[in-house]
């Protein structure tokens, strides 16, 4: 069974207000795509990472790529003009066979958690689907408003946030994208029901937050020292040594704030 991660990044990001694309953004002293990557990278369970770019934006990410010495490898594949053409466009980019999964996440959401990455896909290898919800953060009153101009108030217990990354049967999800786009496909998991399959609803985590305003940024950046320091606490030499050969010694040790040892001592503290 294959695992591929489905990063889609296909927006210009004209409302962010920023010179560049929101996921090309500095976030602590990386693009805010690369990492997202790299969560994917440390869940240590995807096998092929596909990426959805504008084809405009290839020439600026190769660059961003060379300059971090970012080199996790990844197929670049070219969005549309919706974000339904662009999983759209990375699903047929994809060969998959019975049995493998698809994790369709946002680029631009680059706290997740690697467990709950891992978490998704074991939960979809057995239930064809896994979609994560979080409680709705708020505590003001909700009210649905009619076409009638009437008002009923909404149950804040009962709403989920919805979340990425959706994980899903690879082969199944490309077929339910073998449809027209409806403005009721609001994510991927809204298409994949349209199809006749069911959502498996897992626990997601608000830090899981999307960037896509300037104020988000400043949030993200609280978010990710507090990670950061947790993950430090927990410093596995075994697995940085691992993903150090994957993505390179800078890339590797300043992307988390990890200690650098001395190549040459038999010991680390």
Same mark, same amino acid.
Not at 105 to 108: A, E, F, L, N, Y
Not at 194 to 197: I, N, T, V, Y
Not at 222 to 225: A, K, N, P, S
């Given at each position: 069974?294959?695992?591929t991660?489905?990063?889609?990044? *296909?927006?210009s *990001?004209?409302?962010?207000?920023?010179a560049?694309?929101?996921q $090309?953004?500095d976030l602590?002293g $990386?693009?805010?795509?690369?990492?997202?990557?790299a969560?994917?990278?440390?869940?240590?369970?995807c096998d092929?990472?596909i990426?959805?770019?504008?084809?405009?934006?290839?020439? @600026?990410?190769?660059e @961003?790529?060379?300059?971090h +010495?970012? +080199?996790?490898?990844?197929? @670049?594949v070219? *969005?549309?003009?919706?974000? $339904?053409?662009?999983v759209?466009n990375?699903?047929?980019?994809?060969?998959?066979a019975?049995g493998?999964l698809v994790?369709v996440?946002?680029?631009?959401r680059?706290?997740?958690?690697?467990?709950?990455? =891992?978490?998704?896909?074991?939960?979809? =290898?057995?239930?064809?689907?896994?979609?994560?919800?979080?409680q709705?953060?708020?505590?003001?009153?909700?009210?649905?408003?009619?076409s009638?101009?009437?008002t009923?108030?909404i149950?804040?217990g009962? @709403?989920?946030?919805?979340?990425t990354?959706?994980?899903?049967?690879?082969?199944?999800?490309?077929?339910a994208?073998?449809?027209?786009?409806?403005?009721r496909?609001?994510?991927?998991?809204t298409?994949?029901e349209?199809?006749?399959?069911t959502i498996?609803?897992?626990?997601?985590?608000?830090? +899981?937050?999307?960037?896509?305003?300037?104020?988000?940024?400043?949030?993200a950046e609280?978010?990710?020292?507090r990670?950061?320091?947790?993950?430090h606490a927990r410093?596995?030499a075994?697995?940085?040594?691992?993903?150090q050969?994957?993505?390179?010694?800078?890339f =590797?040790?300043?992307?988390? +704030?990890?200690?650098? $040892?001395?190549?040459? =001592?038999?010991?680390?503290?």
């Open positions: 069974m294959k695992r991660a489905l990063i889609v990044a *296909g927006g *990001g004209t409302r962010f207000g920023a560049v694309p929101k $090309f953004v602590c $990386f693009p805010v795509l690369m990492r997202t990557m969560r994917f990278l440390l869940s240590a369970v092929e990472f990426v959805v770019l504008p084809s405009d934006q290839f020439g @600026l990410w190769q @961003l790529c060379r300059k +010495n970012f +080199n996790i490898p990844h197929q @670049l070219a *969005g549309g003009d919706t974000r $339904f053409q662009s759209k990375g699903l047929a980019a994809m060969e998959m019975s493998d994790a996440h946002d680029g631009v680059p706290l997740v958690l690697s467990s709950d990455i =891992a978490k998704a896909y074991d939960e979809a =290898a057995e239930h064809g689907s896994a979609v994560p919800m979080a709705f953060p708020y505590s003001d009153s909700l009210r649905q408003l009619h009638d101009g009437t009923t108030p149950d804040r009962s @709403l989920r946030v919805v979340l990354p959706q994980v899903f049967d690879a082969v199944a999800l490309r077929e994208y073998e449809v027209p786009f409806d403005p496909f609001t994510d991927d998991a298409v994949f349209a199809a006749g399959h498996h609803p897992v626990e997601g985590n608000l830090d +899981n937050l999307k960037i896509t305003r300037m104020e988000d940024l400043a949030r609280i978010i990710l020292q990670q950061e320091a947790e993950d410093h596995d075994a697995a940085e040594a691992a993903y050969e994957m993505v390179g010694d800078h =590797a040790h300043d992307i988390f +704030n990890l200690p650098r $040892f001395d190549q040459d =001592a038999d010991t680390r503290p």
